[in-house]
């Protein structure tokens, strides 16, 4: 730290030079474990059923927004 300055240097640079090297060497977060293959299977068994679910849904909705070919001919027939 400068001379002089002190505590302002502290809490402008958040006292950076005071922290010990321990610190700094270990890592912040813990190892990454391996997943089991039964949550692999599971988790592609899920994303299986989720886009199943979209596509059959989007069929569905497709399928009743089209109207049927007989049913213009239909009315028409009907209304003459």
Known sequence: MPLGLGGLTCKLFGCLMSQSN???QQPSRPAAHL???RWV???ALLGILALSVF???GAMLLHAS????GAESAEQAQSE
Request: glycine residues 6%; neutral net charge; proline residues 6%.
């Open 22 to 24: 321990d610190s700094l």
């Open 41 to 43: 299977l599971r988790r």
């Open 35 to 37: 997943r089991s293959g």
């Open 66 to 69: 089209i109207e049927p070919e």
């Open 55 to 57: 596509v059959l849904s």
